[in-house]
């Protein structure tokens, strides 16, 4: 269903009458993409001959793409870096423009039949690293944690690494698998597996309790859990530009922070920012 989707939109986006304008192309993280497709797809709609391109293939690649200035609108689930802002200035006299379109609780994914519930920040950064092995040592069975990962180009992977992993180094015995739905897949066919991505890709898995620390209350991510903050992995999904937004790209920024932008965002499974 979410490839027809995207091929759908993307199908939209170049069936375009003459008098159409130049496409607003958005391009980058994996994670949003599903809910970029399905904003374009109702944007276009109400819009006719305006058009917006939707690609993914990493936060990493959407930010390399807008400084190679081949993008107008970079997809990131992870803040820009200081060093991209820099290249920004250094070639477009700019330092860019961010706008959080959404948020997400980045979920850590359990099998099924794991019988973990809750994990604290401490012990998935343990797991993660590779300083616990076993899920006895967590409070579950007798049987090695198989470790699931993003990519290193993905907005996920490193925001996880700086936020949960504190900077350290993935385990090497960590699976690298490219998208979130991956990951999901993987998880949800391993019993001693174990995965982190988006909140709105929870399908034939399910959400580990995160708790900030031994004695805090666990959380898994709802749209309560994140507006209040008191779920420990929430972040913003942001678009960047190289410039303020202006024209179509403007239009449709609007549109997403729009009442009817952010219901879609919520009807994929994230959460809005207003």
Avoid: C
Avoid at 102 to 118: I, Q, S, T
Avoid at 121 to 141: E, P, R, S
Avoid at 232 to 241: A, D, E, S
């Amino acid at each position: 269903m979410t490839k027809r989707l995207l091929l759908a939109t993307l199908t939209l986006a170049f069936a375009v009458p003459m008098f159409a304008q130049r496409a607003v192309t958005v391009r980058g993280s994996d994670t949003m993409v599903i809910m970029n497709a399905r904003l374009a797809e109702a944007y276009m709609a109400q819009n006719p001959g305006k058009v917006i391109q939707v690609s993914g293939g990493g936060s990493g690649v959407g930010l390399a793409a807008l400084l190679n200035g081949t993008v107008e609108i970079a997809a990131s689930s992870r803040p820009i870096r200081p060093s991209e802002t820099e290249r920004l200035k250094s070639r477009f006299a700019s330092r860019g423009h961010g706008v959080a379109v959404a948020k997400d609780g980045l979920a850590v994914y359990l099998n099924e039949r794991n019988a973990v519930r809750e994990l604290t920040l401490q012990q998935i950064n343990d797991i993660y690293v590779g300083k616990t092995t076993n899920w006895n040592q967590v409070g579950g069975a007798n049987a090695s944690i198989i470790l699931y990962s993003r990519e290193n180009s993905s907005g996920t992977y490193v925001y996880f690494k700086d936020n949960v992993l504190k900077g350290k180094d993935f385990s090497p015995r960590a699976q690298t698998l490219q998208g979130t739905a991956a990951v999901v897949n993987a998880v949800a066919k391993d019993p001693n597996g174990i995965g982190y991505g988006g909140a709105a890709y929870a399908k034939g898995i399910r959400f580990a309790g995160v708790k900030k620390d031994a004695n805090s209350a666990a959380f898994t991510p709802s749209a309560d859990s994140v507006k209040a903050n008191s779920y420990p992995i929430t972040r913003n999904l942001f678009f960047y530009l190289r410039t303020a937004p202006k024209g179509d790209a403007k239009s449709f920024i609007d549109y997403v922070l729009s009442p009817a932008g952010q219901k879609i965002v919520s009807q994929v499974g994230y959460f809005p920012v207003k």
